[in-house]
């Protein structure tokens, strides 16, 4: 699960004393589903880890299990090298080479900011599931 449950309850329980019903109203779900996302039997996307923060008043990446960014990271890296790697080498020709090591970059710099739980620059339908 993207989500740490744990620490979304100890949030918002100690800090904020917030109910999960005022979460869940917040979030525009319902409390029961909420439940479901402290408990961590459902996974979230990452709106609803920004809208979370936002409600706890902390960064989204507080809210992050970590070992769950730590295999995101592995296998996006893995991914670009796999789809990706032979851009580096020219085999997509020079122009159009060119344009495939940008895309690269900046799916690296998205990346990056996604893992240091700035997520300006995620799409809001971008949703990420453990497979």
Partial sequence: MLQDGAKIYAMRKKKKGLTQTEMAHHLEITQSTYCRI????????????QKIAEKLE???????????????QRVFNQNIE????????????????????????DLRKMFENFTRGSFCMVRKTTKINKS
């Fill in 58 to 72: 902390t960064e989204p990446k507080k809210i992050i299990n970590e070992k769950e960014i730590q295999e995101l």
């Fill in 38 to 49: 402290e408990k961590e039997s459902i996974d979230v996307d990452l709106e609803t880890i």
């Fill in 82 to 105: 796999n789809n990706f790697g032979s851009a580096q080498s020219g085999v997509f020709g020079s122009e159009s080479n060119t344009q495939v090591v940008e895309a690269v970059q």
